[in-house]
Every structure is written in structure tokens, then in C-alpha cells.
């Protein structure tokens, strides 16, 4: 929607956003500021307009400079507010009941703004919302101003390098926004920085298998970590042999785009003391592709497979993030397990037994299951290598989680008291929602197969998303803090609605951002 999107812009703004509660009066502070623009008139005459109710997803817009603005006479056209006519407008959006207000809430009230924006072609808009959110208990600035800073930078979001020449480059502004609460420009810089990681992820969601293969992964991972001071290393080719990275070697050995393991390391500021914390471990499956192997996928099932990386991409923006905007107190490593599921005199059957390196054999009897074979290698490593502090993994695991929990809640499996309620108070303050599901030991003995330690794919169907996390907790040691995200529901948003378009989502990144921020 947008080329860039920026806190900062002199002289006058092309829209000034002020907000209002359902059932209630402007409030004096954003009277204030619409007397500041010199035409009061005109808004209060809009706000007795019927569509005026301040309603979650209401905006009135109001263009001050036209004759007759509040009454819509005297504009060209048959809706020239629409049109983005000639002026200075005011946006007045509707932040619901105030009662039920969450400043979670103004992600969508900034998607909503920035089609609006965009519409009316907006170089510069002035966001006025403490008066509003003074009227609410508790209501922090520097949040709500973060929360709307990321609903503006995910709308935002453009991936328009794959539309080739017979498609026209349409026209975009850059866009310059700006607050008068120093806490909630604040805010503005940080929630644009996380939309920026966000939306890296987004991008490599959206590109192709022909192009993002595991190798691409891993240069994508080297540029950016040049970028923002990250280290950086892979384990490749032999190495992974003698590391013995059992599920990225055979699951990776059918392609000719050949399997990796991608390894990040921030590092904080601040001396020994920091530096030598226990790190915080980021795993993320990055499939580049999933044709489900010999176990072949059928009727379409290949259409977006593209996407089963979607938990390294994710793990990738994250660590921009805290790189670039959080910058802890504390070490984190990303491992991304990169590998494509392909078909060939090479591939991996059913039947196969594979023993890693943490001594647990697996038979295989659904080459479709191969997300939870290569997160094994990065969890076994993690425990033996990174003496982690807790390990968080992302992964398109399993449809099981669909069906359970749609694309409203991610599936959320963590047995470890601390680390889940860090994870919820950093689902909550991302708006990344998570739902717990159970573990129990009956689970792990669905995993166990009468010929090796356990099967990765039960046939039965019970209990389908558990048995993805059932056979993942025999490669994490038990007195490590672990949590698995199945994001299966929420990685891709199917319509266009609050601060995302139809497409990815970039779930995850915020809240591992503001995990890492809370340790």
C-alpha cells in the first residue's frame, strides 16, 4: 500500500486521526486538536451523522476545506470524501465500547486507517488518540502507540516482486506519520520496526520453491545477520553427516536443493555478565517445499506448500527484531531446519528406521510427517549444544490443529509453568493469541512403534496435532523448559480484513520479539 512508512514529517498532514468511543461524545482533547486544525464546524457536524456510532471499524471521514463538508455538499463527484478530495481531512474512528477496550485493539483500527490512507493517496498523517485513550483505565501511551504502529506497517505490507512486466507498478506514496504524545510516537517507531520484521517474514513466505530453496534460506539469513550484527554459521553437506542430523539428511536427500541447518546468535550489549546468560533457543521448521514425499500429497494438497517454512521465516523476522528494535538483555540462538521433501530413487520410505543422535530410533511410516523429523535434529542440538535457557519451536505441523482451533488461536504445547506464562503474557501483548492444549504421557505411548523407540506418524487419528508435539518431546531433555507452536491455523490469513491482507501473516514474529524482550 505504501513504499515506506515512517514516524517523523514537517508542515501540514494530509488527515489527522482522532478516536471515539461507542455511545460517547468527542472528549476535550481531540476537540482540541480538530480546533488546532481550524475547522471544528465541520467535525461536529459529522459526528451526527448516522454512521458516526464509534463503533470498532467505524471511520467518518471528514474533508474540512470543501464547501459544505459536513453535509457532503458541494463535492465533486458522486463521493468525493472517498475519492480523496482536495484538504485536510479528519478520520474519525471508532474504538468501540470503552468498557471493552483492549489497546491491542488499535492493530485493526490501524489496518482500517491505512486502506483509508491509502485511498486518499496520504503522505502525512497526524494520529491523535490521547484524549480518547486517556478515558480509559490503565491505558499505557507507549503501547498503544506500538500496537498501532504495527497494524499501520503490516497493512502496509506489498510483495509485488514476482508480478513481472505485464503487470503496471502501481503508484504508491511514501508515508510520514507523527503524534504530539512523545510516549506514543514512542511507541509509533517500535510497533513500525516489529511490522518491518513482520513483514520480512511475510515476504519470504510468499516466495516461491523455485527460488526459496534451502541455500536461498540460508544466504537470506547470512545477508541479513551482516545487516543487524548477528552471527551467523550453517551446517551443511558432510557436516551434517558428522553431526549426525539424521531427519534433515534423509528427509533433505531426495531434492537436488540440498538440506541445512541455519544457525543465528545474538548477542546483547553490556558485558560478561549479559553475554554469558543462558540463551533463549528459536527453532523454527523451514520446509521450502512439502510434496509429502513418497507418501505423495493428492487432490492439490501440493497448492501453498511453499509456506511450510513458515515457522523458520518466522524465526528469521524475529531475530531482526530483536536485533534491530528489542535488543534484550539476554543471548538468543535461532536454529532453522531447512530442508524440501522431494520425490526420487533417493527418497526416504515408509518402513525406513532412523536413529538420531540422541539415540532414539524412529520408524517411519508417513513420509508426510517429515516437519517433526527435521525439528528433532534442532531440538536434540539445542539441548546438547546452546544449554539453553528454554527452547520455543514454530512449525506448520500438523491440519489436526486446524480443525481444532481454526485460525483464531495457535496450538500452544508446554508443560513448563514459567515458560508458558511467559509465552501468554507475550501472545497477549502481540496480539499473537495461543491456546494450551494437552500433554500427557498416554500421547507419547500413542507414538511408540513395535519395531523401533516410536513411529513419527501414528495411522490412528486420535489426538492428531498431540502426536506431532508427543513425538517432538522424545528429542528435548527433560529438565528443559520447552514450547511447541503449531501455527498450521494462523500463518495465512484467507481474507482481507483488520491490519492483514489475504495472504501471510507473519505469525510468531512479534511474539517471540516481545518474549525475548520479557526475558
Same mark, same amino acid.
Request: glycine share 12%; with cysteine.
Given at each position: 500500500?505504501?513504499?515506506?512508512?515512517?514516524?517523523?514529517?514537517?508542515?501540514?498532514?494530509?488527515?489527522?486521526?482522532?478516536?471515539?468511543?461507542?455511545?460517547?461524545?468527542?472528549?476535550?482533547?481531540?476537540?482540541?486538536?480538530?480546533? @488546532?486544525?481550524?475547522?471544528?464546524?465541520?467535525?461536529?457536524?459529522?459526528?451526527?451523522?448516522?454512521?458516526?456510532?464509534?463503533?470498532?471499524?467505524? $471511520?467518518?471521514?471528514?474533508?474540512?476545506?470543501?464547501?459544505?463538508?459536513?453535509?457532503?455538499?458541494?463535492?465533486?463527484?458522486?463521493?468525493?470524501?472517498?475519492?480523496?478530495?482536495?484538504?485536510?481531512?479528519?478520520?474519525?474512528?471508532?474504538?468501540?465500547?470503552?468498557?471493552?477496550?483492549?489497546?491491542? !485493539?488499535?492493530?485493526?483500527?490501524?489496518?482500517?486507517?491505512? =486502506?483509508?490512507?491509502?485511498?486518499?493517496?496520504?503522505?502525512?498523517?497526524?494520529?491523535?488518540?490521547?484524549?480518547?485513550?486517556?478515558?480509559?483505565?490503565?491505558?499505557?501511551?507507549? #503501547?498503544?502507540?506500538? *500496537?498501532?504502529?504495527?497494524?499501520?506497517?503490516?497493512?502496509?505490507?506489498?510483495?509485488?516482486?514476482?508480478?513481472?512486466?505485464?503487470?503496471?507498478?502501481?503508484?504508491?506514496?511514501?508515508?510520514?506519520?507523527?503524534?504530539?504524545?512523545?510516549?506514543?510516537?514512542?511507541?509509533?517507531? =517500535?510497533?513500525?520496526?516489529?511490522?518491518?520484521?513482520?513483514?520480512?517474514?511475510?515476504?519470504?513466505?510468499?516466495?516461491?520453491?523455485?527460488?526459496?530453496?534451502?541455500?536461498?534460506?540460508?544466504?537470506?539469513?547470512?545477508?541479513?545477520?551482516?545487516?543487524?550484527?548477528?552471527? %551467523?554459521?550453517?551446517?551443511?553437506?558432510?557436516?551434517?553427516?558428522?553431526?549426525?542430523?539424521?531427519?534433515?539428511?534423509?528427509? @533433505?536427500?531426495?531434492?537436488?536443493?540440498?538440506?541445512?541447518?541455519? #544457525?543465528?546468535?545474538?548477542?546483547?550489549?553490556?558485558?560478561?555478565? !549479559?553475554?554469558? =546468560?543462558?540463551?533463549?533457543?528459536?527453532?523454527?521448521?523451514?520446509?521450502?517445499?512439502?510434496?509429502?514425499?513418497?507418501?505423495?500429497?493428492?487432490?492439490?494438497?501440493?497448492?501453498?506448500?511453499?509456506?511450510?517454512?513458515?515457522?523458520?521465516?518466522?524465526?528469521?523476522?524475529?531475530?531482526?527484531?530483536?536485533?534491530?528494535?528489542?535488543?534484550?538483555? =539476554?543471548?538468543?540462538?535461532?536454529?532453522?531446519? *531447512?530442508?524440501?521433501?522431494?520425490?526420487?530413487?533417493?527418497?526416504?520410505?515408509?518402513?525406513?528406521?532412523?536413529?538420531?543422535?540422541?539415540?532414539?530410533?524412529?520408524?517411519?511410516?508417513?513420509?508426510?510427517?517429515?516437519?517433526?523429523?527435521?525439528?528433532?535434529?534442532?531440538?536434540? %542440538?539445542?539441548?546438547?549444544?546452546?544449554?539453553?535457557?528454554? $527452547?520455543?519451536?514454530?512449525?506448520?505441523?500438523?491440519?489436526?490443529?486446524?480443525?481444532?482451533?481454526?485460525?483464531?488461536?495457535?496450538?500452544?504445547?508446554?508443560?513448563?509453568?514459567?515458560?508458558?506464562?511467559?509465552?501468554?503474557?507475550?501472545?497477549?501483548?502481540?496480539?499473537? #493469541?495461543? %491456546?494450551?492444549?494437552?500433554?500427557?504421557?498416554?500421547?507419547?505411548?500413542?507414538?511408540?512403534?513395535? $519395531?523401533?523407540?516410536?513411529?513419527?506418524?501414528?495411522?490412528?487419528?486420535?489426538?492428531?496435532?498431540?502426536?506431532?508435539?508427543?513425538?517432538?518431546?522424545?528429542?528435548?531433555?527433560?529438565?528443559?523448559?520447552?514450547?511447541?507452536?503449531?501455527?498450521?491455523?494462523?500463518?495465512?490469513?484467507?481474507?482481507?480484513? @483488520?491490519?492483514?491482507?489475504?495472504?501471510?501473516?507473519? %505469525?510468531?514474529?512479534?511474539?517471540?520479539?516481545?518474549? *525475548?524482550?520479557?526475558?
Amino acid at each position: 500500500m505504501f513504499n515506506t512508512i515512517s514516524v517523523g514529517g514537517k508542515g501540514a498532514a494530509d488527515a489527522l486521526v482522532i478516536g471515539l468511543f461507542s455511545g460517547e461524545k468527542l472528549d476535550s482533547r481531540s476537540q482540541a486538536s480538530v480546533a @488546532g486544525v481550524g475547522h471544528t464546524a465541520p467535525v461536529l457536524a459529522a459526528l451526527k451523522r448516522p454512521e458516526a456510532t464509534g463503533d470498532a471499524g467505524m $471511520i467518518v471521514d471528514v474533508t474540512l476545506d470543501a464547501p459544505g463538508a459536513a453535509s457532503g455538499k458541494g463535492r465533486k463527484g458522486k463521493d468525493a470524501d472517498d475519492e480523496g478530495g482536495a484538504g485536510t481531512r479528519v478520520l474519525i474512528v471508532g474504538l468501540g465500547k470503552r468498557e471493552a477496550f483492549d489497546v491491542g !485493539a488499535l492493530r485493526t483500527v490501524a489496518g482500517n486507517v491505512g =486502506r483509508k490512507l491509502s485511498a486518499i493517496k496520504a503522505q502525512a498523517v497526524q494520529v491523535e488518540l490521547g484524549g480518547a485513550l486517556g478515558q480509559v483505565k490503565g491505558a499505557d501511551a507507549a #503501547r498503544a502507540g506500538s *500496537a498501532f504502529g504495527e497494524g499501520l506497517g503490516l497493512i502496509g505490507w506489498v510483495c509485488d516482486e514476482f508480478k513481472g512486466k505485464a503487470t503496471p507498478a502501481p503508484k504508491r506514496t511514501s508515508l510520514k506519520v507523527r503524534s504530539s504524545d512523545a510516549e506514543f510516537s514512542a511507541g509509533l517507531e =517500535r510497533g513500525l520496526g516489529l511490522a518491518v520484521s513482520a513483514n520480512l517474514c511475510r515476504t519470504l513466505s510468499n516466495t516461491p520453491p523455485n527460488i526459496a530453496t534451502p541455500a536461498y534460506m540460508a544466504e537470506k539469513a547470512r545477508r541479513m545477520a551482516r545487516e543487524v550484527g548477528l552471527k %551467523w554459521s550453517v551446517i551443511e553437506g558432510d557436516a551434517l553427516e558428522r553431526e549426525k542430523m539424521t531427519g534433515l539428511i534423509n528427509v @533433505g536427500k531426495a531434492s537436488e536443493n540440498k538440506p541445512c541447518m541455519i #544457525r543465528l546468535e545474538y548477542q546483547p550489549a553490556g558485558g560478561a555478565s !549479559a553475554r554469558s =546468560r543462558k540463551p533463549l533457543v528459536l527453532i523454527g521448521k523451514t520446509m521450502s517445499y512439502d510434496s509429502g514425499g513418497l507418501s505423495l500429497k493428492v487432490n492439490n494438497g501440493m497448492v501453498g506448500m511453499k509456506r511450510d517454512k513458515d515457522g523458520g521465516c518466522a524465526v528469521l523476522g524475529a531475530m531482526h527484531a530483536i536485533a534491530t528494535v528489542i535488543k534484550p538483555r =539476554r543471548p538468543v540462538v535461532a536454529l532453522l531446519a *531447512a530442508a524440501e521433501n522431494s520425490i526420487s530413487d533417493e527418497a526416504y520410505r515408509p518402513d525406513d528406521i532412523l536413529t538420531y543422535r540422541n539415540g532414539v530410533s524412529v520408524e517411519i511410516t508417513n513420509t508426510d510427517a517429515e516437519g517433526r523429523l527435521v525439528l528433532a535434529d534442532a531440538l536434540c %542440538w539445542a539441548c546438547e549444544k546452546e544449554n539453553p535457557s528454554g $527452547i520455543i519451536d514454530l512449525a506448520t505441523l500438523t491440519g489436526g490443529v486446524v480443525v481444532a482451533l481454526g485460525s483464531t488461536f495457535c496450538g500452544m504445547f508446554c508443560e513448563d509453568d514459567a515458560l508458558r506464562g511467559r509465552v501468554e503474557t507475550a501472545a497477549k501483548a502481540s496480539g499473537e #493469541r495461543v %491456546w494450551r492444549l494437552p500433554m500427557h504421557e498416554e500421547y507419547r505411548e500413542m507414538m511408540k512403534s513395535p $519395531i523401533a523407540a516410536i513411529l513419527n506418524s501414528n495411522p490412528n487419528r486420535k489426538a492428531h496435532p498431540i502426536q506431532g508435539a508427543a513425538f517432538l518431546s522424545y528429542f528435548v531433555e527433560k529438565n528443559v523448559a520447552w514450547c511447541h507452536l503449531d501455527i498450521a491455523g494462523v500463518h495465512v490469513a484467507e481474507k482481507n480484513a @483488520g491490519c492483514f491482507v489475504d495472504g501471510p501473516t507473519g %505469525w510468531g514474529v512479534r511474539l517471540l520479539a516481545e518474549l *525475548a524482550e520479557g526475558e
